[in-house]
């Protein structure tokens, strides 16, 4: 086992340390602008346009299952809420850009605390799939997640079947670690998962399609 799940650290608290302060995008999200999206927080006007998004059969074919209705779309937004507001996740609404339509999104999740490690995840609605807009916001995201967050190191999983997200990630410059077997149950069937990695460092390199954020 190479990390134990006990925190030796907490067994010590520094005495009178003041608390730190909360980073500002635990307020609310930024709105980020590309050259094709913009990326902003989800808000509960948007259920009605990810519902007719995300829920086709050709989108959520390889993702977990989305909300059934619109009323499940308005109750995932204040989730996503409240998570952000507790440090442990964001999400990102994605809109053409000169649209405030929502037409996909963008998850990052913590995996360890201070999102030293996180999980990202995403899906556009498919006739915007070829138009650039994935690697637009992809962009901004990592962005996002590297500079203002902190991560250091961020995964996505995607199944062996899905070779449009498998050639999304390669362009980015993720690298392919490994295959987890059978590690996602979609439509009572196990799917073999490709691990994708990307470090803090690989923009430093030069190993990643970085892109040039714009914050409001």
Same mark, same amino acid.
């Given at each position: 086992?190479?990390?134990?799940?006990?925190?030796?650290?907490?067994?010590?608290?520094?005495?009178?340390?003041? =608390?730190? &302060?909360?980073?500002? #995008?635990?307020? %609310?999200?930024?709105?980020?602008?590309?050259? +094709? @999206?913009?990326l902003r927080e989800?808000?509960?006007?948007?259920?009605?346009?990810?519902?007719?998004?995300?829920?086709?059969?050709?989108?959520?074919?390889?993702?977990?299952?989305?909300?059934?209705?619109?009323?499940?779309?308005?109750?995932?937004?204040?989730?996503?809420?409240?998570?952000?507001?507790?440090?442990?996740?964001?999400?990102?609404?994605?809109?053409p850009k000169g649209?405030?339509?929502?037409?996909?999104?963008?998850?990052?999740?913590?995996?360890?605390?201070?999102?030293?490690?996180?999980?990202?995840?995403? =899906?556009? &609605?498919?006739?915007? #799939?070829?138009? %650039?807009?994935?690697?637009?916001?992809?962009? +901004? @995201?990592?962005?996002?997640?590297?500079?203002?967050?902190?991560?250091?190191?961020?995964?996505?999983?995607?199944?062996?079947?899905?070779?449009?997200?498998?050639?999304?990630?390669?362009?980015?410059?993720?690298?392919?670690?490994?295959?987890?077997?059978?590690?996602?149950?979609?439509?009572?069937?196990?799917?073999?998962?490709?691990?994708?990695?990307?470090?803090?460092?690989?923009?430093?390199?030069?190993?990643?399609?970085?892109?040039?954020?714009?914050?409001?």
């Amino acid at each position: 086992m190479e990390k134990m799940p006990y925190p030796p650290q907490l067994d010590s608290v520094p005495p009178t340390a003041p =608390a730190p &302060a909360l980073p500002d #995008w635990r307020s %609310g999200l930024p709105s980020l602008t590309g050259a +094709l @999206v913009t990326l902003r927080e989800l808000r509960s006007s948007d259920a009605s346009s990810l519902f007719s998004a995300l829920t086709g059969v050709e989108v959520s074919r390889f993702i977990s299952p989305p909300p059934y209705s619109v009323d499940g779309f308005e109750k995932f937004i204040a989730w996503t809420h409240r998570q952000r507001e507790a440090g442990q996740y964001i999400c990102f609404a994605v809109m053409p850009k000169g649209s405030d339509n929502a037409i996909g999104l963008f998850q990052v999740r913590s995996l360890e605390p201070a999102f030293g490690t996180a999980e990202w995840g995403f =899906a556009i &609605a498919n006739e915007f #799939w070829g138009t %650039g807009m994935f690697l637009d916001g992809a962009r +901004l @995201v990592l962005d996002f997640a590297f500079d203002v967050i902190g991560v250091h190191r961020m995964e996505a999983r995607s199944t062996l079947k899905n070779s449009r997200g498998n050639g999304a990630l390669r362009k980015l410059g993720a690298v392919q670690e490994g295959v987890l077997r059978g590690s996602f149950l979609r439509n009572g069937e196990y799917l073999d998962q490709s691990l994708w990695t990307i470090m803090s460092d690989d923009r430093l390199e030069g190993k990643v399609a970085w892109g040039v954020r714009a914050v409001h």
